[in-house]
């Protein structure tokens, strides 16, 4: 593998799963800026830039790791040409990107997802990508170290998001009320906590392992006339895939309106 050398702009949270990754695929120089100081020399070993032309002027792909609304003026702050760009911002299309950006730059949009920090994250390339095959094997490189890779059209950026970018909150929701519901019915609330994220678990890890599909799998823990099947009429009669829909509906609008 043709190694590159990595520059973030931006050193948050996202970042610095990213540079977790980074580092687990051998990789030690590389470059920061973050205008918080503070931020930058939280990574150990990084050459800490003094602005983001430097770190563009340094790095051969700078990963652009600030939020959606900061990322126009980050780029128009960028006079150096050639380089190779990785955005992670939630609904900012290439095709924007390219437009603030200096013409001979290349560009690959990814959607990455907070598990990334503990080695676990969804990451979806956007394809094709302006990016040259070494630089391409060399991005899924560092993002295989802390997750999976997938790959799909620009069309679809948006449908990630309101599935696996946004997904997380909606995890920790479900296990929190399970937990909550839990206590409710007296367990200590640790005990019921650690309860819940084991059955997530456990049953995101069958899912893999057996390659049985959700609908079958929920049909063999619902025993015919047993305690399940009451709690499934409960979801059922109150829409709650109806509801996980709508809400994954309203996520994906709000990528595709930040998109405009
Ligand atoms: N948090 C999430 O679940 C996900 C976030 N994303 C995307 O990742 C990007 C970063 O998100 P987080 O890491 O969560 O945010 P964060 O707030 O942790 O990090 C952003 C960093 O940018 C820095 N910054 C702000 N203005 C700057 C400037 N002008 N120049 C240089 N640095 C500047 C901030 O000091 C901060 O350290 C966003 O675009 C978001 O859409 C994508 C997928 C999931
Ligand atoms: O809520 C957001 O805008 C970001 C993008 C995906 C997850 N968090």
Known sequence: MKVYKPGFIGCGNMASAI???????????????????????AF?????????????????IIFLCVKPNILPEVLKEITVEGKAFVSIAAGITVEKIRELLRPAARIMRIMPNTPLLVGKGAICIQMPTDLSEGEQIFIEEIFSAIGIVEHVGGNLMDSVTGVSGSGPAYVYMFIDALAKAGAKHGLPEDVSLRLAVQTFEGACEMLKQTGDTPSQLIHNVCSPGGTTIEAMKIFDMNETRGIIEWAVDACVAKSKELSK
């Not at 540079?19 to 931020?39: C, H, N, R, S, W």
């Open 44 to 60: 150990d070993g990084a050459t800490i830039c003094k602005s983001v032309d430097d770190v563009v002027k340094s790095a051969d």
């Open 19 to 41: 540079i977790g990754g980074i580092k687990q695929a051998g990789i030690t120089e590389l470059y920061v800026f973050d205008k918080d100081m503070e931020k930058c020399r």
